[in-house]
T-cell receptor, first 113, second 115 residues
């Protein structure tokens, strides 16, 4: 199947700094990618829809200025957590679809200290 | 709006026994249903999907699921559980077949297979 690569797998950062997470579709092009957030023992909550060449669409309650999404090419979307705080610590997962099937990155464990 | 319910937080089964992980859905129009498995600190791995056709769908690692339109269910099953099947399982639905719409996930069911 298609492969979605997410980097880094884990990151620890200090409060107030910014962290960038990359999501790449390795063997297919994706005009749309999705970013999810997962809290411990909970489901995946959609944060935003990343659209190549245009602005991302954010879900209600997600701060656009805190979670910056850029989808500059058909194979790369980035999520930047700006001015990170401990409450931003979470597991972030990206997804890209090929035909009707969704493929997921391996996730990024973000810990803000 | 579409939604998915996984009524069980945890399912315990003995190795070698059949397992069932339940899922019901709500969607206007035709549902496109998926099952994914997640191991600790990992992304989601695709197990199977129902788009159209036979109600019994066979997927990866010996898993299968039965689409039941009248009961709006899509339960995941396996005839003989393995310890290595222990993981977190998510049912998901999409209202449109297009990959440009996101999946809506259930809360997940933790499967524990005991040797």
């Amino acid at each position: 199947g298609a492969v979605v690569s997410q980097h880094p797998s884990w990151v620890i950062c200090k409060s107030g700094t910014s962290v960038k997470i990359e999501c790449r579709s390795l063997d297919f092009q994706a005009t749309t990618m999705f970013w999810y957030r997962q809290f411990p023992k909970q489901s995946l909550m959609l944060m935003a829809t990343s659209n190549e060449g245009s602005k991302a669409t954010y879900e209600q309650g997600v701060e656009k200025d805190k979670f910056l999404i850029n989808h500059a090419s058909l194979t790369l979307s980035t999520l930047t957590v700006t001015s990170a705080h401990p409450e931003d610590s979470s597991f972030y997962i990206c997804s890209a679809s090929l035909m009707s099937e969704a493929f997921f990155g391996q996730g990024t464990r973000l810990t803000v200290v | 709006a579409q939604s998915v319910a996984q009524p069980e937080d945890q399912v315990n089964v003995a190795e070698g026994n059949p397992l069932t992980v339940k899922c019901t859905y709500s969607v206007s129009g035709n549902p496109y249903l998926f099952w994914y498995v997640q191991y600790p600190n990992r992304g989601l791995q695709f197990l199977l999907k129902y788009i159209t056709g036979d109600n019994l769908v066979k997927g990866s690692y010996g898993f299968e699921a039965e689409f039941n339109k009248s009961q709006t269910s899509f339960h995941l099953k396996k005839p003989s559980a393995l310890v290595s099947d222990s993981a977190l399982y998510f049912c998901a639905v999409r209202a449109f077949i297009s990959g440009n719409t996101p999946l809506v996930f259930g809360k997940g069911t933790r499967l524990s297979v005991i040797a």
